[in-house]
């Protein structure tokens, strides 16, 4: 990671959010102080604040940035890790998103204030404005339910299980069901997700569903 371009990046980011500052410490960059925002959903504006804490990671901008709030405002049972990061979407999700403008901007304005709109959307209303995810590896199957547009468990566990092992066989029969050939069904759609996600990105998922007793036999 290039120390000027985090330095630009971060003037960039300033430049509409004032009350951030920048640090090193121990080689690690970090972003915090308060992050003001105006946002905009189906005609409900809201405006609000929130003590913010972003970490760069080394590898950035081929990683997202770790973001906290700081000030005690979101309790931990709404959408954070067991640290206490922000749990900001699926992590594909989250990365397709950033990589759309990989800058601490970016970042910003399309991952972190959309989060803190939704928690403020909640207090204000009582429901949430994007719809909701389950929390941990349940809220991983429904993202790629809805990704697949796969209806069963059953018939995701085939596709993350080919995910998982790195195989790619577009003869075999698609496991959705549809008894087409993978390459004529899911198959596009599944090598798309491989070649923009690391090794080992699915393991931990296909683990919990084969815990929960789903089994894929080609």
């Known amino acids: 990671m290039e120390q000027g371009l985090i330095i630009d990046q971060f003037d960039e980011l300033r430049s509409l959010y004032s009350d951030l500052t920048l640090q090193k410490s121990d080689g690690v960059w970090h972003i915090q102080g308060q992050l003001v925002f105006i946002a905009n959903f189906a005609e409900q504006v809201i405006e609000d604040e929130y003590s913010i804490h972003l970490v760069v990671p080394e590898s950035y901008p081929d990683c997202v940035p770790v973001a906290y709030e700081t000030g005690n405002r979101i309790p931990r049972h709404f959408h954070k890790y067991k640290d206490g990061n922000l749990c900001l979407g699926e992590p594909l999700a989250v990365w397709k998103t950033f990589s759309e403008h990989p800058t601490l901007l970016g970042f910003v304005q399309n991952n972190l204030v959309p989060y803190l709109y939704s928690f403020s959307y909640l207090c204000k209303n009582g429901g949430l404005p994007f719809g909701e995810l389950s929390h941990g590896e349940l809220g991983r199957i429904e993202y790629y339910q809805d990704q697949f547009n796969v209806r069963s468990e059953h018939s995701l566990f085939g596709l993350i299980a080919i995910l998982a ?34 090794s080992g990105y699915f393991k931990s998922l296909y683990q919990f569903m084969s815990q929960r007793g789903l089994a894929y036999f080609r």
């Not at 390459?183 to 596009?188: I, K, Y």
């Open 165 to 198: 092992q790195g195989e790619y066989r577009g003869h075999i029969q698609c496991p959705c069901g549809s008894k087409k050939r993978l390459r004529l069904c899911h198959g596009p759609h599944v090598l798309e997700i491989m070649r923009s996600t690391p």
